[in-house]
């Protein structure tokens, strides 16, 4: 378990709403909601989630600590916000999964190779890298997630695919070799530094 | 009537519902001048235009019966009907009151013989029936109207039915010059009686209000419960006229929702209990009601009439805002969302949906007297200088009983005020 997680679980304890709205983005807006089940309704992968964001809510408030930060259910929001829109409580549902996807991350306890999750990852080391995403980089990652094996596999499937792109001239093989980048990458990283040190603060995870 | 009439210690209630009626007459029966004013053709407001009330689901008649018995037996009190408050200025014991009296072209001679309706050809969409049926240009509003007069609909003037009206009435009731006069009138204190109004339903737009033919209002659904009503009584949907008899309902359609109307409207959690004794009259155990729904919300002794409807077999309840309607087979509607008890996906379909639509203020969109106090989804308290008063709907979601006790408070408010103005008069 990790260290973060280790003085969460000592300091909360059994308060695991109080835990969220202290650490997770948007996460006072958790005791607003009425159970009405708009959201859950209203969600076009609804049915593919384990728990809907008005299952997630009361599982937080009864601190079902656990099951929440651990599941892949908020992995699954593709942000249409239609539940945002809809919710007649007018709470930031999309955020709020958003944020406990994030928080999930942090302690380290989210669904190990979960797809969405991976994506992310990889897309983040990827443009924080030059400041520029690499996108041949990216996908080549993409395909290689799951071992070597697997990857030239995923690669000679979308081979077609990367040639028409190459030939559209949407797709540069020349940048495997370090690719583009900011003029200023330095200046990106520490744009980013000082982002993550305000969200440390608001967030309170300093 | 001659605008001389009023003084500054006549009281005036603005709208002819159960509530200014009420409001009304405690005054007048108090002694004091009153002149109730109605944009209707008729007196009885939202009341006359329900097909049964609870709590003891006796018909809007006799309550209203009493009323204009009251009425027509007292003489301090002036009604004026189609006619409608265009500016009040002026403050506590000292109003003036603009009123704007639209035409009706029937005068008192009127025996509400229906002769008139019976010459005349062109029809208008029902203004009573919430446009779910079809009336003569001449035309009475209801049959418990106030006064019984006959009202030709504008839309008349220059066409050859007018002719045909005028020609048909023996009693010279027709008289086809009026015109819309305004008035002034000077008044001591002013009762808002001025009601409720139902929101405006195709705008919770995945309900679909708008496009599909059987999802109609509680409102519509008292007029097709009703035995005067455009179906006389029976339970017809409108897409094909035929019977419904599996009928879903959902609550707070537009209410406790920060994208509609904020407030709790408080009665159609009893509306939709009540309506579904309808469905169990006409069709006994063959009739099926589902209540889909946040909280049941009752009030306090209203509780016993919702356990009562808890042990109907014919009537479940799922704990569940339905998210989105769609249109299935033969037009019926499916009813799509997600229930609290177990988080159980439902897609239902009914024959027949009734949104239990909230309630707004009626003065919502029109232009009130500046120094007026209103909550914060529009309902009136009263004038800062205390010289006008809500009453009854106009203040909050009220059910008939509640109107009425908060009229008579609004009477005595104003009676107060009259009063004031009367010994500071005397004193001069
Ligand atoms: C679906 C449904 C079912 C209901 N069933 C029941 C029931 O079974 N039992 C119960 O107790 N209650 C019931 N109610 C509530 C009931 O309808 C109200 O309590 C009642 O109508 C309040 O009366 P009111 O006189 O205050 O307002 P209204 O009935 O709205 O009367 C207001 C009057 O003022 C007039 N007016 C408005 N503005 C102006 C203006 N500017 N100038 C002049 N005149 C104006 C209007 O034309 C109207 O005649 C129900 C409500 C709904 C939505
Ligand atoms: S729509 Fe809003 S109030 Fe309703 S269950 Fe979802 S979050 Fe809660
Ligand atoms: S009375 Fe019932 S249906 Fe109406 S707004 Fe309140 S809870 Fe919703």
Known sequence: ?206 | MSPSIATNQTILVVGGGISGMTAALEAAECGKQVILVERNATLGGRTALMNRYFPKMCHPTCGLEINLRRLKGNRNVRVMTMAEVSSVTGQRGDYTVTLKLAPRYVNANCTACGDCAAAVDAEISNPYEYGLSKTRVAYLPHAMAYPMHYVLDPSIIGTADAGKAKAACKYDAIDLDMQTETVELKVGAIVWATGWKPYDAAKIQPYGYDRFANVITSLEFERLADPHGPTGGKLLRPSDGKEAKNIAFIQCAGSRDENHLRHCSRICCMATLKQTHYVREAYGESGKSTVYYIDIRVIDRLEDFYQKVQQDATVSFVKSKVAKIVEGKDGNPVLHGVDTEGYHRYATAHDLVVLAVGMEPETNGIKLPEDMLLDSSGFIESSQDEGMFGAGAATSPLDVNRSVQSATAAALRAIQVVHKTAAAEGAK
């Open chain 1, 1 to 206: 378990m990790s260290d973060s997680n280790k003085q969460a679980i000592a300091h909360y304890r059994n308060n695991f709403l109080k835990e969220v709205e202290d650490h997770v983005e948007d996460g006072e807006w958790v005791r607003m909601c009425m159970q009405c089940g708009v959201c859950a309704g209203s969600c076009p992968f609804g049915p593919h989630w384990e728990h809907s964001p008005q299952k997630i809510f009361m599982m937080i408030r009864a601190g079902k600590r656990e099951e929440v930060l651990s599941s892949d259910s908020m992995w699954m929001c593709t942000s249409c916000y239609n539940c945002i829109v809809r919710c007649p409580r007018k709470l930031p549902i999309t955020h709020i999964m958003h944020g406990l996807a994030h928080y999930a991350h942090r302690l380290g306890i989210a669904p190990k190779g979960q797809p969405t999750r991976e994506i992310a990852r990889l897309f983040w080391v990827n443009l924080a890298r030059t400041g520029r995403v690499n996108e041949l980089k990216f996908s080549l990652a993409m395909y290689f997630k799951d071992g070597f094996v697997q990857g030239i596999k995923n690669a000679l499937a979308m081979q077609g695919i990367g040639i028409g792109l190459m030939k559209a001239r949407r797709l540069n093989p020349m940048e495997l070799l370090g690719g583009h980048k900011c003029k200023d990458k330095d200046g990106i990283h520490k744009m980013i530094a000082k982002a993550r040190e305000i969200e440390e603060r608001k967030q309170k995870f300093v």
